[in-house]
């Protein structure tokens, strides 16, 4: 098959993260063709990745591309992914896939009808540390994994008047911007949620309309814990991008400032001095910094080669929004939130009352 063609809409600091791993993927694909609102961005993101095509209207690069990279507000996915699976191109859309429900099926229901891949760019899927983690735990090396925790400490703050700052166009705070990365990621790794609570606030965070910081608990099938903190209101952190999966036999740990995989084993019995010291060694050290979306954008390629399905596809994307959304509306009833039926192998056709 000749290199697959590849549109650019959306030339902001997204888009430019992306172009940084394209050199990664020249033998598979190019880059053809880039779109955006602002001129001097979409020439910039040409120059930058070798594209031949700068526009600022979408539907002009539709003819020169065969696939889309969707770097655009939240609140414009629907309407561009409808226009771009329509046209029959396949779509590879930036998180979150669509800003309601009903959008998503719709979307959903478009690409099948279609016969093009959807896939919503969740890149933490693919690191390879990550998939050397899920690794482990699936083989259970280290025993049943009874407790996963994902903290993401940074400090994102958008200038005044940029679209994230707005609620209704983010789709709803930190939590659905950038968490929805990690109940992907808790949904991936422990299988089907029954129950779980969200607090969020914009104390901290007071350019945020909705949530800057939250705490996200969820409890599975089997019994085991899931966490996730996010914050875009670190002044400082220790712990960056962090997790820890306590397994029964010992604790896995990715620490993304060293880019290492550790396990911590052979625990002390717990003392009253809290001697907790354990052995560390590690299993995995990644060979590159960044965001590693060729990754993701790889697997992508691969499916539209091989007319497979993305590992992130449309109902899976939508099982984890599913999931915020009733989180979200269990923290404004002050309930805890019943999850069940919202696992990854439910069904995902029709609009949940």
């Known amino acids: 098959m000749s290199k697959i ?12 993260a992306h172009a940084g791993d394209f050199h990664h993927l020249s033998d598979h694909m190019e880059i053809t063709a880039t779109c955006d609102i602002v001129p001097e961005r979409a020439r910039n993101v040409a120059e930058l990745t070798g594209a031949k095509l700068a526009v600022t209207d979408y539907k002009e690069l539709l003819d020169h591309v065969d696939a889309v990279l969707v770097v655009l507000p939240h609140d414009l996915h629907f309407e561009v992914g409808m226009t771009c699976l329509t046209a029959g191109k396949h779509v590879l859309m930036e998180k979150p896939i669509c800003n309601t429900e009903e959008q998503c099926i719709e979307l959903i229901r478009k690409s099948e009808e279609v016969g093009k891949v959807l896939m919503t760019a969740y890149p933490v899927r693919f690191w390879p540390i990550v998939m050397k983690l899920k690794e482990l735990i699936d083989s259970k090396a280290y025993g049943e994994c009874f407790q996963m925790s994902i903290w993401t400490e940074q400090f994102t703050r958008y200038f005044d008047g940029h679209w994230a700052l707005s609620a209704e166009r983010l789709g709803g705070g930190q939590f659905f911007s950038h968490g929805c990365h990690y109940v992907d990621l808790l949904l991936w790794f422990m299988g089907r949620p029954v129950r779980g609570t969200h607090l969020g606030t914009n104390f901290g965070t007071p350019w945020m309309e909705k949530e800057g910081t939250s705490n996200v608990t969820i409890e599975f099938e089997n019994g085991a814990l899931g966490y996730h903190f996010g914050t875009w209101g670190a002044r400082g952190t220790r712990l960056g991008w962090s997790l820890h999966a306590h397994c029964t036999e010992g604790m896995l740990e990715i620490n993304l400032a060293d880019k290492k995989l550790y396990a911590h084993t052979h625990i002390k019995e717990e003392k009253a001095n809290l001697d907790t010291e354990s052995r560390t060694k590690v299993i995995y050290e990644a060979d590159a910094s960044g965001k590693f979306t060729h990754h993701e954008l790889e697997h992508f390629l691969d499916c539209i080669r ?12 939508l099982q984890g929004l599913r999931v915020i959304w009733r989180l979200y509306e269990a923290e404004r009833n002050n309930t805890v939130a019943d999850l069940r039926g919202l696992g990854l192998e439910d069904d995902w056709k029709s609009v949940r009352a």
Request: proline share 8%.
């Open 5 to 16: 063609r590849l549109g650019i809409i959306g030339c902001g600091g997204m888009s430019r």
């Open 306 to 317: 091989h007319g497979k399905h993305p590992i992130s596809d449309g109902p899976t994307s």
